[in-house]
């Protein structure tokens, strides 16, 4: 409808909704209580849906008027519906990869990570690549022996993997870990010159430990590609669609709805949109393309698309990493590391390159958001932002930040003065809290670290997320997190920048349709919008914090149809 442009989209609107007032709804979902995000009408009984939209929220009585000899009727039995959830940032494709690479994630040591390969190696065939994605130092209970900055030497995991290449990425997805047969594929040597925005990580003796940071992962991801690329046109399609199956199905069982796709090529997106319009798609997808300039100045006109596949995808932006990420010490700072005094982080992109990014994207109508996790990074990208916005005043181009995990104070208010949208992750604050003072010292952390407080106070918009498969994508996660700022051991991480329970739900719906341009069509459950919901096993907007993590997603709902049922 908001393709069509204002006055038009609302007489076509109001003549749909005169129209379906006379037809019976195809589904009913009563009996409980409705939680509408709309502040028109916070809280209803009951929800009637035609076809792909709502029509009509109310009183259960006066949706019982809208039943048909054929329509569902869902009876919610006291529980809670709301808005699908939106995931802000995630990687669709990644979700989907990390459903089949060896989990690590939780592994209590280095030696742990070294036996789960070494498991896999038996089941593998010589030459096979193995890849594992999630663990994190942080969650060991003592450094590896030998180590430099705390990483291991890759020589434990190349003596139980001496005939497989073996890449292990870190669970921010900002380094990775090779043994030495991926090494040599990669042509990694001690010779080897990182690229910009790398680090290939050495021992005292000059040689590669194994461990990449950044832009000098893909190294050795270039060799993997290389073989991934001999395979039939036919295998490549059933393998991306295998990853986008799992991904939707995880997703889906979360009760998301929409999902905001921080980065993909050219040929994964170009996919979705075949799936999207075949139906077969699941999940509607905010696409952000991964793109060269050059690729973005050729391609960005005949790739964007608004509300394919009956609003099942749209591809309006576009992505880029300005920094790595807090763990593995790439985020770029300005002040040095507190436990790494040498070092500021990494400038993963340049901001002359950025700014051609964002002037590309403005005139091929596209939105950018761009990652930036240290304060340089975050201030880099603003001052990048305020020239180009400069010159396009009445434009609403509503750029993003990525993240926006550690903020100077002074940058604070430009969120809202630009304004640019501050797409950040709850459940990363809880996650990292073991590990950030360490990282920047108290003040710094104090001051900005995750200021989500800060940020909302100075009149900016927050969109939450899980950046999965960083995280899980479990939005409930994150709510908790956002809510609580409660990691899983020691106190609350500066519980005084917490998110109260409205605006971290809001965060969560009406603010990520917000960034999406689609807050017309999603976010609420208002007449008119699409029939995205979530039924819940408790109401998030007002039972205690700690019942938080015990909420269960029972139902699934995008538009109109049950994608998920727990009870099946």
């Not at 669970?171 to 010779?191: M, P, T």
């Not at 436990?339 to 990014?357: C, I, Q, W």
Request: charged share 25%.
């Amino acid at each position: 409808m908001r393709r069509l442009g204002g006055g038009l989209a609302i007489l076509l609107g109001g003549a749909l909704v005169a129209a379906s007032a006379e037809k019976p709804a195809d589904l009913i979902l009563t009996n409980g209580k409705v939680v509408t995000m709309d502040e028109a009408k916070p809280v209803a009984e009951a929800v009637a849906v035609l076809g792909d939209r709502v029509v009509l929220v109310g009183t259960a009585a006066e949706v019982a008027k809208r039943r048909g000899p054929k329509t569902r009727v869902i009876d919610l039995g006291g529980k809670t519906a709301m808005p699908g959830f939106i995931d802000g940032h995630a990687h669709l494709v990644g979700i989907g990869d990390a459903r089949i690479a060896l989990d690590l994630r939780g592994a209590k040591s280095w030696d742990e990570v070294v036996s789960r390969v070494a498991a896999a190696v038996k089941k593998a065939r010589p030459g096979e690549w193995i890849l594992g994605r999630g663990w994190h130092q942080k969650d060991w209970v003592s450094q590896p022996e030998p180590n430099v900055e705390g990483f291991p030497l890759h020589g434990g995991l190349s003596a139980v993997s001496p005939l497989n290449p073996v890449l292990l990425s870190h669970a921010s997805g900002h380094a990775a870990f090779a043994n030495a047969a991926a090494l040599k594929r990669g042509g990694v040597s001690r010779d080897t010159k990182p690229p910009a925005g790398g680090e290939i990580l050495k021992d005292a003796a000059g040689e590669p430990t194994g461990l990449l940071r950044e832009t000098a992962e893909d190294l050795v991801y270039r060799a993997l590609e290389a073989d991934l690329a001999k395979r039939t046109p036919a295998e490549k399609t059933a393998d991306l669609d295998r990853r986008i199956d799992l991904a939707v199905e995880e997703c889906l069982r979360k009760g998301i709805t929409t999902l905001h796709d921080a980065g993909s090529s050219l040929g994964v997106v170009r996919r979705y949109r075949q799936r999207a319009e075949a139906g077969t798609l699941g999940l509607r997808v905010y696409a952000m393309l991964s793109a060269s300039n050059e690729e973005l100045e050729k391609n960005a006109a005949k790739v964007r698309v608004v509300g394919a596949g009956q609003n099942h995808l749209t591809v309006r932006a576009v992505k880029r990493l300005a920094d790595g990420a807090l763990g593995s010490r790439g985020a770029w700072f300005l002040a040095p590391y507190t436990d790494a005094p040498g070092s500021t982080g990494l400038n993963t992109y340049s901001m002359k390159d950025l700014e051609r990014t964002a002037e590309i994207a403005v005139a091929n109508g596209y939105q950018l958001g761009v990652h930036a996790i240290g304060d340089r990074a975050n201030r880099e990208v603003l001052d990048v932002y305020a020239r180009v916005l400069a010159r396009h005043p009445k434009k609403d181009l509503r750029f993003r930040i990525e993240h926006a995990q550690h903020l100077d104070p002074a940058d604070v208010p430009r969120f809202a003065k630009l304004p640019v949208l501050a797409m950040m992750q709850g459940i990363h604050c809880t996650s990292d809290a073991s590990f950030v003072v360490a990282r920047l010292g108290e003040k710094r952390a104090k001051e900005g670290a995750y200021a989500w407080r800060r940020v909302l106070d100075a009149g900016a918009r927050i969109g939450n997320g899980t950046d999965a498969p960083v995280e899980d994508v479990d939005p409930i996660a994150s709510i908790h997190a956002s809510v609580t700022r409660q990691p899983a051991k020691g106190p609350a991480f500066f519980p005084e920048q917490r998110m109260t329970r409205m605006e971290t739900l809001r965060s969560y719906t009406v603010a990520n349709a917000y960034a999406a341009f689609e807050e017309d069509l999603k976010g609420t459950l208002s007449p008119r919008k699409l029939a995205d919901l979530v039924v819940l096993s408790k109401d998030l907007s007002t039972i205690p914090d700690e019942e938080i993590l015990s909420t269960r997603v029972l139902t699934t709902i995008v538009g109109g149809k049950v994608a998920f049922d727990a009870s099946r």
